[in-house]
């Protein structure tokens, strides 16, 4: 796009009927570092939000996102709050699937007000690491009948996993989220369900509402419809902790 700026005359700054012609990323920046005060600024950058927004929005990337994001950080730009909600998604995703606790920081330092789940997510996670003692297995998939009826159709997908308190301190709270994903690690959505509750807020065994002490071992356990997560190909789960606590609910 930027030979067409070139093709002006030697030693002539593209004019901003030349900048609307061309209509690009490219040839609107380049007005704007040659003109940095033009009259123009206003419609110009009200221009570019909207095709820095549209370019981001085709290329649905960790990268695209971030491009539109560090372009338009401290600006008011129109688009810049829902770009920087979807940056936000990516790069959890990211975190997710390195699993380190440094990525899980990383992502609560500089994500932690964009989105207040996933953030909320991301602090339960290190609050577990912190803890230590938290063990769990890797996840068990597979098909299960949604009414738990032994003799009923499989039409669900289920995950499992084994958890331990190998720490010190009795556990009155935990909560772990299953993220689905596509065979290709693409995910598809998370679920958040708590492993031990003092505070239900919806009907609980009395398992699940007591506290898990050091050496317990407990059995997580969630299901989906095939509608959510498809029946074929076979999904991956990945599940990690999103929340605990060591201190009863006051």
């Excluded at 994500?111 to 063990?135: I, P």
């Excluded at 769990?136 to 159709?153: F, I, Q, W």
Aim: glycine fraction near 8%.
């Amino acid at each position: 796009m930027l030979p067409v700026l070139f093709a002006l005359p030697i030693g002539c700054s593209p004019s901003y009927t030349d900048v609307q012609r061309i209509d690009t990323i490219e040839a609107y920046e380049a007005f704007l570092e040659a003109d940095p005060d033009s009259a123009y600024r206003n419609p110009v950058e009200k221009r570019l939000d909207e095709l820095w927004w549209d370019r981001a929005v085709q290329q649905d990337s960790l990268e695209g996102w971030a491009a539109f994001t560090e372009r338009w950080e401290g600006s008011k730009a129109k688009h810049y709050p829902e770009a920087l909600a979807k940056h936000a998604e990516f790069a959890w995703n990211a975190a997710v699937a390195d699993g380190s606790e440094g990525a899980v920081q990383a992502y609560v330092d500089k994500f932690g007000k964009a989105n207040q789940v996933l953030a909320g997510r991301a602090r339960g996670w290190l609050d577990a690491v912190h803890y230590g003692g938290l063990e769990l297995s890797a996840p068990r998939v597979e098909k299960v009948n949604l009414a738990e009826d032994p003799e009923g159709p499989l039409n669900g997908w289920g995950v499992s996993v084994d958890a331990k308190n190998t720490g010190k301190d009795t556990l009155y709270y935990v909560r772990l989220s299953v993220q689905w994903q596509k065979p290709d690690g693409t995910p598809i959505e998370t679920k958040d369900y708590p492993l031990v509750s003092d505070n239900w807020t919806m009907p609980a065994t009395e398992e699940q509402q007591t506290p898990i002490k050091p050496g317990e071992s407990r059995v997580w356990q969630w299901t989906e419809d095939f509608g959510v997560v498809a029946e074929s190909p076979e999904p991956k789960a990945v599940v990690f902790p999103s929340g605990l606590r060591t201190t009863p609910k006051e």
